[in-house]
């Protein structure tokens, strides 16, 4: 929350004087409380004072109110829009009936431009109110980010844990029944038992070597196989078929294990021959759920350049994949990603959280344009002295008319709660005034296309 009874730069109060002759200019209005004086976004804008009563200023954040300040009497808002011409960027709502004057643009520009003292007192708040109000929502922007982006890593971890705990589950259950059907095969010889190793281990490396089968294809040899086992009369053969095929046992192979095993032994085989060859697969799921959670726990390790120094020499395609990982959770939904890197190009010093987070507010809001499905083209390469990253998205592209103020602070094309507007700001800000670098973009619609330089040469600390 922004309002302090101290901050009195940030809140002055005008005299009662000064009250009165607000409302020679203006027009009164009379508010009951939950009456909305002016939305977020609200173009149609005018300069208010409080006459009487409370007035609670909001801005949605993330799609969460965020509460910015309570005017009450003689305090003033709508000072900043009314001067850029911008719209809203809060809402304003009575908190008890109250009463406020209302001064149209015009009226508002002449009262300043005559320099008066109310003048003063406006654009001396207007000055330290722009400043408290981007520093916090500054803030917020990070931390509405970072709640998305745990969210999103949430997901991307919760899915193979919880494939891992299902697999180890599972293999639990394997387990207890091999102990069982390994004793069962205790009757056969040792010739028979080294046939059975054989095949096993040829079993295991086709699973492990071959490509998945087409969905039809593998539909119909499960069908042959599982007739083939009813016809030798092997109990719930449709349960052991899934594990054989995808092992490369096919019928002829089935037949030739009925040329080295007894009828009598055959179904205990084939379901010692299924349990381990599922419990394998099972291991085999378990690794890769672990890697995948030890591959995120890295990316995150290496985006945050968590206990590392702020300024150090970087991989800049590292920071792009890393990115890239973190955002996964909205990419997979429809995004194809398209890489052109050059690989030559050398590393560079830079402050690599920072820099990392201008690669999320470009790649996000290249998502947010293609509204999730479409192309995602990364580019690297050396232009003279600086490295040249291209982040492009064949989305709907920006209008030219709000092109000119796409780096301005608490501009933005997003809904009313879905942006502070301070995402290229902080993007423009790390890239231009913390690496002496340049940011700019070309769009059109299916084609845009954002350009950030960074220089070669190592900054100075």
Known sequence: MLHDPNQNALFPKLPDEALQQMKQHGTEIQLNTGDVLFSEGEENYSFHVVLEGEIEIVKLVGGEKRLLAIHRRGEFMGELSMLTGSGSIASARAIAPSRVVQIDMDTFKHIIAEC????????????????????????????????????????????????GQRAAGQLRENFQNLQSLALQLNSLSPAQLNFIVDVHKDAIAHATTSCPLDPLTQSDKEEEVTDWLEAHDVSNGWKLAPTLVNAGID????????????????????????????????????????????????????????????????????????????????????????????????RICVYGSELNQVWTNLIDNAIDAMDGKGQLTIRTSRDNNCILVEIADNGLGIPPGIQSRIFEPFFTTKGVGKGTGLGLEIAYRIVVKRHKGDIHFESKPGDTCFRVYLPIECLDN
């Open 116 to 163: 008066s003292p109310i003048a003063d007192v406006v654009l001396s708040a207007m000055a330290g109110r722009t400043q408290d109000v981007e520093v916090q929502l500054r803030q917020q922007e990070k931390l509405a980010a970072l709640g998305k982006m745990s969210a999103g890593l949430a997901h991307e971890l919760n899915n193979p844990a919880s494939a």
């Open 251 to 346: 019928t002829k192979k089935l037949d030739t294990l009925t040329d080295n095993i007894t009828p009598e032994s055959l179904s205990n085989v084939l379901l010692w021959l299924e349990a381990t060859l599922a419990s394998s697969g099972l291991l085999n799921e378990i690794e890769q759920s672990t890697a995948r959670i030890s591959d995120l726990v890295k990316a995150v390790k290496a985006y945050s350049y968590m206990d590392q120094a702020p300024l150090q020499e970087v991989d800049v395609h590292q920071g792009i994949e890393n990115t890239l990982t973190i955002l996964n959770h909205k990419l997979k939904k429809g995004i194809v990603v398209k890489r052109d890197y050059d690989k030559s190009i050398p």
